[in-house]
């Protein structure tokens, strides 16, 4: 069983950045891979990156490309999401999750355990 917590959100101008942290509990965090996704009010849940298990593998959506970096430091048993140059498309609740394989996916049926959701909004 893995609990995690989100944090780090909050209201940033356009342009701006944000750096999201997702703490997990329990000694197995660098057994799994980890992804962010976001949902925005009316819309699905959407994928935004992925990382896998040692930090080798990283994918993002192309919404996140170029704009964010998803990280993780297995020895604090947290990973990160730095966000820059902000838009108001990007608000929305932003999830962390937990994948038992080794690369993560970009379907969050593959997670195993999520977040409760830290709030994004970003003015204009």
């Known amino acids: 069983q893995v609990q995690l917590v989100e944090s780090g959100g909050g209201l940033v101008q356009a342009g701006g950045s944000l750096r999201l942290a997702c703490a997990a509990s329990?000694?197995?965090?660098?057994?799994?891979?980890m992804g962010w996704f976001r949902q925005a009010p009316g819309k699905e849940r959407e994928f935004v990156a992925q990382?896998?298990?040692?930090?080798?593998?990283?994918n993002y959506a192309r919404s996140a490309k170029g704009r964010f970096t998803i990280s993780r430091d297995n020895a604090k048993n947290t990973v990160y999401l730095q966000m820059n140059s902000l838009t108001p498309e990007d608000t929305a609740v932003y999830y962390c999750?937990?994948?038992?394989?080794?690369?993560?996916?970009?379907?969050?049926?593959?997670?195993?355990?999520w977040g409760q959701g830290t709030q994004v909004t970003v003015s204009s």
């Open positions: 999750a937990a994948d038992k394989g080794a690369y993560g996916a970009t379907t969050a049926g593959a997670y195993d355990y």
């Open positions: 329990g000694r197995t965090f660098s057994t799994y891979a």
């Open positions: 990382i896998g298990r040692s930090a080798g593998y990283t």
